[in-house]
């Protein structure tokens, strides 16, 4: 399973794109090419429930920088 996280940045304040970057990486997120900026590889198994709190943690980590963002987990890629 894998998580893909796409983020919308906005130019008028917060932080800059390499700033949300290494936020991210330090959670295990690893910048790709593509529809999305990032993945994030659970290995064979993950829960919705481990999936859910994960997505608390990246919510409280890109607070107040300035971001939106979108996550989607599935088995594979699009």
């Known amino acids: 399973m894998k998580t893909y996280l796409m983020i919308w940045y906005n130019s008028d304040g917060g932080a800059t794109p390499s700033e949300i970057k290494n936020r991210l990486m330090s959670l295990g997120f690893q910048p790709i090419q593509g529809p999305y900026d990032y993945v994030y590889d659970w ?36």
């Open 43 to 78: 290995g064979d198994n993950v829960d919705v429930y481990e999936i859910l709190e994960f997505g608390d943690k990246v919510h409280l980590s890109l607070q107040d920088m300035g971001v939106i963002f979108k996550l989607e987990t599935s088995e594979g890629y699009h």
